[in-house]
């Protein structure tokens, strides 16, 4: 790693800047293929979902180009002039990687969903219902913005009853709309018509938390949350003929 920079907050960060002066002092070409996100976290001892984080900032510094199907590949030599404080100072080390945003999320809504569910009032469960019909319409015109979606778990976190949890609820989303890691994740990801599976799942929750039932409740966002997760990472696989899907396969957290 670059020794004279400052620890970056990010895990995928500290990666990132590993790759990048492996780049730097290797043998790789521009336009050749780099090895496979598996090799690289079995070398690196972390998840492929770090990785995966890591080459979307390569990507953003317009040094490697993810290719759908085929793999990651140079595009750019990292400059042998480029300052550590030039690179350092490139970082955006407020912006958490989109997985471990998505794992934030699965901890915090699961839990207000089942609160949700002990304080939802009449008034809450009609503002889910019309979130969802929003949601509905998104699909049908195929609006990306989610609105309806948005609107959805904020209805949930305001049936808490407790503004410090819709501070956070809303804080993420925030957080995930100014990302720009997110929103090159995003453009990786062509197919739209995951957003019904995810319609469902927010139907299921709904049905939890109308019927007062705290455990149901947090099961089905949990299992939303980590569809969501799963989702993401499929689309976004550049190697489809390899993947195997384990990225997510074994949490330690037990529900």
Known sequence: ????????????????????????????????????????????????AVVREA???????????????????????????TSDNKLESSLDTDDAGPFEMMQARQLLESHVAEFAATQATKKDI??????????????????????GDKLFHFAIAEATQNSVLVDLVKDLWERRENSPM????????????????WLIDHEKILSAIQQKK????????????????????MLSEHQDPSFDGYLFSSNPVQI
């Open 1 to 48: 790693m670059i020794s004279t920079l400052t620890k970056p907050k990010r895990l995928y960060q500290e990666i990132g800047l590993t790759l990048y002066e492996e780049l730097r002092q290797s043998r790789f070409a521009v336009g050749d293929r780099l090895p496979p996100e598996r090799d690289i976290a079995e070398r690196l001892g972390v998840s492929r």
């Open 214 to 233: 705290p455990d149901a409740a947090r099961l089905a966002m949990w299992r939303h949350l980590e569809n969501v997760k799963d989702t993401l990472l």
């Open 182 to 197: 997110w929103k090159q994740l995003h453009s990786h990801i062509t197919d739209q018509a995951y957003r019904k599976k």
């Open 55 to 81: 080459l979307i900032m390569l990507e953003l510094m317009e040094l490697v180009e993810i290719r759908k199907g085929s793999g990651i590949y140079l595009i750019k030599q990292p400059s042998e002039d």
């Open 126 to 147: 009609v503002k889910m219902r019309d979130a969802l019909e929003l949601e509905k319409q998104n699909i049908d015109v195929l609006d990306h913005k989610h609105a």
